[in-house]
């Protein structure tokens, strides 16, 4: 004899739809919440790759400085192993090749959020679309406000005249979106700081006349 199932006990009520509808919002939840601070994790590590990298090439100047009587490599001409004949060349690589001993690799020159791939060697690989970073063409041990190296997307709403673009506050400074959402790192020799637009307006305001001069690897 089969026995009979009533139809309320196979129904789906509206208590069970309610309940359903809310898993599924907390869930949904979850996961944007997930997705977001994964994004931002993401994003963090590749800021704090991108900072120590910047640092390892400020560091890779002062140690080739102490074997240098404290002078940088655009401030020692090329007969002597310095780069300061290159410097209006335009050739940011240049700088850093010099240093090839200290750098210890050319992944150090590739900013993590930059599309250019890192160079595989310092010779026959190693060229300006291979860096993610500039070089500060007056920069020194003596002169705090001169900008050491960084990241390149930067601007001054000139076109760059043989690689160098001249910074100041009269200038219309700022950053591309190339890098970083439109921010970026930069060395002055002494810290390693990340500068939006408005960073960099008062970082010139405040630079007491001095113009910097970078040479930017493009």
Known sequence: MHRKIHA?????????LLLVLAVITVVAALVATASVMLKNAKAKAIRIG??????????SF????????????????????????????????????????????????ACPNDTRRAATNFTTDFNNARISYFVGAGASLT???????????????L??????????????????EELHNGRG??????????????????VLNGASGWTNRIILPD
Do not use: Y
């Open 8 to 16: 309320s006990a196979q129904a789906f009520t509206l208590i069970d």
């Open 143 to 157: 002169n705090a406000q001169a900008w050491l190296c960084g990241d390149r997307n930067l601007t001054n709403g």
């Open 50 to 59: 991108c900072i120590n990298n910047v640092k390892q090439c400020e560091l």
């Open 185 to 202: 790192n930069v060395s002055d020799s002494r810290v390693v700081k990340q500068l939006s637009n408005g960073d960099l307006k008062g």
């Open 62 to 109: 002062f140690v080739w400085s102490g074997d240098n009587n404290g002078k940088f490599p655009m401030e020692i001409s090329t007969n002597l192993g310095g780069t300061r004949e290159l410097v209006p060349e335009g050739q940011a690589f240049q700088h850093f090749q010099v240093m090839s001993n200290e750098l210890s690799t050319p992944r150090v020159i």
């Open 159 to 176: 076109s760059p005249d043989h690689d160098m673009l001249t910074l100041d506050a009269n200038r219309p400074t700022g950053r591309t």
